[in-house]
């Protein structure tokens, strides 16, 4: 059965979707509103760009969701998904691509995100960690003693897959919670170079000018169950899809919950669209039993 999953910001890289754009005129087509829609050529930073601009949220964000859903659409019959789900802001490509948001509306809503996002992580100085080989149970422990010691919050903020475990948080907190992490036996916490506190409570003031949005956006029935990163469980209710996208910013990705209820629920083939094999190599540490790839191998 196959599934299709859509990665999130940090797969970007410069002269990402020129190949598209040069080859494919449905991909010209829609590469071309996206400009129009956002009032700028994105299209320019995303071909030819440096990776400073292409680095910067409001960037990032609407670059990667182009990337991977116009991918999805160039297949054409060949994007034939039983069942899709996408990583943070993969969920809104999904959602696109599987027909729940319009394009438009699914970009006009990645903008939103990228600039209420950029506008919290300014506001308050925030970092995100991943821990290497250490149980998730053992994290989350940590992460609830150290927010309780007045350093500010942190949290489990990405299930990636077994071993990995991204924390976020304040800045102080993340540190301690890294100092602890490692003495408790993980073989590496690494700062990651982000804007900000992804997905942990610091997101709220981001995610009250998203849910504005989101509100006031059509969501349609997907051709296909979309597997939502706050429950990491099937919806195709458009109401459920729309009050889990509310909640995502502010709530863990439980990425690897979902791909294990993907397998469960009978998927055996995953393609990644978009940029990067990250999620690839996430759902190889999930289970080496399927087979996960990128569209390219089709």
């Keep these: 059965m196959k ?3 859509f990665p999130g910001q ?3 890289f410069v002269g990402m979707g020129k190949d598209l754009y040069d080859n494919s005129p449905l991909a010209k087509e829609l590469f071309e509103k996206a400009n129009d829609i956002l009032g700028y050529r994105i299209t320019d930073i995303m071909f030819n760009g440096t990776d400073e601009e292409l680095k910067q949220t409001k960037v990032t964000q609407p670059a990667v969701f182009l990337h991977s859903v116009i991918s999805a659409l160039c297949m054409g019959d060949a994007f034939q998904p039983a069942m899709t789900a996408g990583h943070s802001l993969g969920e809104f490509s999904a959602l696109t691509a599987s027909g729940a948001l319009s394009f438009e509306d699914g970009l006009k809503l990645v903008y939103a995100r990228a600039m209420a996002m950029q506008k919290a992580c300014e506001a308050q100085p925030s970092t995100m960690a991943a821990i290497i080989a250490l149980p998730d149970e053992k994290i989350e422990e ?8 007045g350093k500010g919050v942190v949290v489990p903020a990405n299930y990636n897959c077994p071993g990995q475990l991204v924390i976020s948080g304040n800045i102080d907190a993340v540190n301690e919670a890294c100092e602890q992490l490692k003495a408790a036996g993980a073989k590496r916490a690494l700062p990651l170079k982000v804007g900000g506190a992804f997905h942990s409570p610091l997101m709220q003031p981001a995610k009250d000018e998203l849910q504005a949005a989101i509100e006031k956006t059509e969501i349609k029935a997907p051709k296909c169950p979309v597997y939502q990163n706050v429950d ?3 919806h195709t209710d458009p109401a459920e899809i729309k009050a889990n996208l509310i909640a995502q910013l502010t709530s863990s990705v439980r990425w690897t919950q979902s791909v294990q209820n ?3 629920d009978g998927a055996d083939d995953f393609t990644e ?3 990067g094999k990250a999620l690839q190599g996430m759902i190889a540490k999930i289970n080496r039993e399927v087979s996960a790839h990128g569209i390219e191998t089709e």
């Design 10 to 12: 940090g797969a970007q």
């Design 142 to 149: 940590i992460c609830a003693e150290v927010s309780k010691m």
């Design 273 to 275: 669209c978009g940029p």
């Design 262 to 264: 993907m397998i469960a």
């Design 3 to 5: 599934a299709f999953v």
């Design 232 to 234: 990491a469980k099937p």
